[in-house]
């Protein structure tokens, strides 16, 4: 099963920039996408990408965020520009029928 590793996460003032990573153990060629669960509150899908690089994004952060991916497939990338308060959550990748362990992004000032 593969391992996936986020890191990137912080605290940052509303307006702010944050690029999220997602490293997996192998390539993984399937979707991958990102998730955030902020309190009280259910997960929801972020961004996906396909092995082809097709992307989706949820209506809340098109134009703001954007998801790639690299190095063979096993790394995936959240750069998040224009972030706002209600983007403080912790974000999670799932890939490979596996989830990161989250890390947390917060956005105050």
């Known amino acids: 099963q593969v391992q996936l590793v986020e890191s990137g996460g912080g605290l940052v003032q509303p307006g702010g920039s944050l690029r999220l990573s997602c490293a997996a153990s192998r390539s993984v060629f399937s979707i991958i996408g990102w998730y955030r669960q902020a309190p009280g509150k259910q997960r929801e899908l972020v961004a996906s990408i396909t092995s082809d690089g097709g992307t989706n994004y949820a209506d809340s952060v098109k134009g703001r965020f954007t998801i790639s991916r690299a190095n063979l497939k096993k790394t995936v990338y959240l750069q998040m520009s224009s972030l706002k308060p209600e983007d403080t959550a912790v974000y999670y990748c799932?890939?490979?029928?596996?989830w990161g362990q989250g890390t947390q992004v917060t956005v105050s000032s």
């Open positions: 799932k890939g490979g029928g596996s």
